[in-house]
């Protein structure tokens, strides 16, 4: 991981100093030309070493950046953590509640259809006994009074023996 930080945070003074030899060029076309290389390099010299303590500056600066973002993941990774666990906990919790009361009234349900029907059997049970009773007693006396004489069959006219003639 160095190796990319290195490159990454040269890179903006590598810009800056691009800039700046923009500028010194431009300063050489309108200067004269006769200038010593003495100079030049002395300030080419100052330059550096002042990128130097800036880049350091920014490595350690950079450092810090990191290390207290890496902090407020780990702490903001945590706190989220604990909140699923605590929501995960409250929604077994109201599952399980909502299970046993589900269960219980289930129960209820149970019993009370199971009573009504039970009382709606015994009450069927007694109409047909009573009803199978009344028609028993209502065949008995039917066949007590007795039947009712049939018509007696008209007579017929009985038939001569022999043919009469005519």
Same mark, same amino acid.
């Given at each position: 991981?160095?190796?990319? &930080? ?19 060029? %431009? ?14 390099? #002395? ?17 350690? %600066? ?21 909140? #699923? ?61 007795? %039947? ?17 003639? &005519?």
């Amino acid at each position: 991981m160095k190796k990319i &930080i290195v490159p990454l945070l040269s890179l903006p003074m590598l810009l800056a100093a691009c800039g700046e030899s923009t500028d010194q060029e %431009q300063a050489k076309e309108q200067a004269p030309v006769e200038q010593s290389a003495a100079p030049e390099s #002395s300030a080419a010299d100052s330059e550096q070493s002042t990128a130097a303590e800036g880049a350091g500056t920014l490595v350690e %600066q950079t450092k810090e950046m990191g290390s207290s973002a890496w902090e407020a993941t780990k702490e903001a990774a945590s706190n989220v953590a604990e909140d #699923s666990g605590e929501m995960l906990e409250k929604t077994q919790e109201a599952v399980g509640d909502t299970y046993e009361a589900a269960k219980e009234k289930t129960g209820e349900v149970y019993e009370s259809v199971k009573e009504g029907t039970a009382d709606a059997y015994e009450a069927t049970k007694e109409k047909a006994g009573e009803i199978y009773e009344s028609a028993k007693e209502k065949g008995a006396e039917l066949l007590n009074q007795g %039947q009712p004489e049939a018509p007696a069959a008209p007579e017929t006219p009985s038939m001569p023996a022999e043919p009469t003639k &005519i």
